[in-house]
């Protein structure tokens, strides 16, 4: 009798704006995974939180015929609960949960899969929610003593927007970045120059977060490392990005395909390594586990490196850094999701071997 194949149920869409995004990177991660080895599901959550079976790239994959750019959140309704553990007398399933933002990134996703017992690919509940959140990583960061960027929080319901509007023009200089809290692929950020456009920015970054990051402009070269591992992270090459608008918007990564991605970057073996450290201690500070993606600013002829942020469910869209620079590091796209697998199994078998006795 053979072996039945290791059954990856793959989540992607989401409730988040960046709902879009993950359904191109969950395209990309199931062409690229190894049919031989997986029985894939992928299960796309709609932005009204239904899940549902897609049923029909199901079929493609078995017939081998392409799949689309994006995937559709089409198909069959589904429970969660049983069609996580549906054949668990059968197989092991493991999760891939491709959902970039908020309810996929932060905790939420993983404390579900905990709470059913169920290993998956990628951070914690703590580490998810902690990178997630610019303004509290920032704090863990400060902690464990990781040079960044001078940053101003802003809670609304909390803070008074004029003081902090006036504390971050006052401490930060202009121009200034304003960030949602809770969300990724740029959505929400804008540069502001003047007190008009800061007023603006902080309203903008408000339709998606009650807790806006106020950031310093850092004139220096965007890196970005890779890491995977769980106890023992291990880093990729850096890789740059330079931009093909003001800053490294949402149109530049998706959209326009302007930006440019340089891997390796154009870095003296000295830099390099540096970076690679701190990509490694960036991980083990904020508790991550898989995989990561950590950026950084670099002041050349200025404070060297700063910490911009760490994401937990990097993109892996054909134009992202984070499987382009494995592959610059040796480990193939097929590989890079076997090896996550593994980490993932890992990872479970640790949680669940603790002892629940008083």
């Not at 796309?44 to 017939?63: E, F, P």
């Not at 806006?212 to 769980?230: D, K, T, Y």
């Amino acid at each position: 009798m053979s072996t039945p194949l290791l059954r990856l149920v793959v989540l992607y869409g989401g409730v988040s704006a960046e709902h879009d995004v993950s359904r191109v990177t969950a395209a990309h991660v199931l062409a690229a995974a190894d049919p031989a080895k997986y029985s894939l599901v992928p299960i796309g959550i709609a932005k009204n939180g239904s899940w549902v079976r897609n049923d029909k790239v199901i079929a493609s994959l078995a017939d081998n015929t392409p799949l689309p750019d994006a995937l559709d959140i089409a198909g069959t309704v589904v429970d969660p609960l049983r069609e996580l553990q549906a054949h668990s007398e059968e197989s092991i399933t493991v999760v891939l949960p491709l959902l970039h933002g908020p309810h996929g990134e932060d905790g939420t996703i993983q404390g579900m899969l905990e709470l059913f017992k169920l290993p998956y690919v990628g951070a914690g509940v703590l580490s998810s929610a902690a990178c997630m959140d610019k303004g509290m990583a920032k704090v863990i960061a400060a902690q464990a003593g990781i040079p960044q960027c001078r940053w101003i929080e802003y809670r609304d319901g909390v803070d008074d927007p004029r003081t902090v509007a006036f504390r971050a023009i006052e401490e930060l200089g202009l121009p200034v970045f304003v960030k949602p809290a809770n969300l990724g692929s740029s959505v929400g950020i804008t540069k502001a120059h003047n007190a008009a456009e800061l007023d603006e920015a902080i309203n903008l970054a408000l339709r998606y977060d009650d807790v806006v990051v106020i950031e310093e402009f850092v004139s220096g070269r965007e890196v970005e490392v890779a890491v995977l591992g769980n106890e023992t992270p291990e880093t990729s090459v850096p890789g740059e990005i330079i931009s093909g608008s003001e800053f490294y918007d949402y149109e530049d990564k998706y959209v326009t395909g302007a930006a440019k991605l340089v891997i390796p970057a154009p870095l003296s073996e000295e830099a390099a390594r540096e970076v690679r450290e701190l990509a490694a201690t960036t991980f083990l500070a904020m508790r991550c586990a898989g995989m990561a993606r950590v950026d950084f600013f670099y002041e050349e002829f200025g404070r060297g490196w700063l910490l911009n942020e760490v994401n937990t469910i990097p993109g892996f869209t054909p134009g992202s850094m984070y499987p382009k620079l494995w592959e610059a590091s040796g480990i193939a796209y097929p590989d890079l999701i076997d090896r996550l697998v593994t980490l993932a199994l890992e990872a479970h078998r640790r949680r669940v071997g603790f002892s629940t006795e008083h």
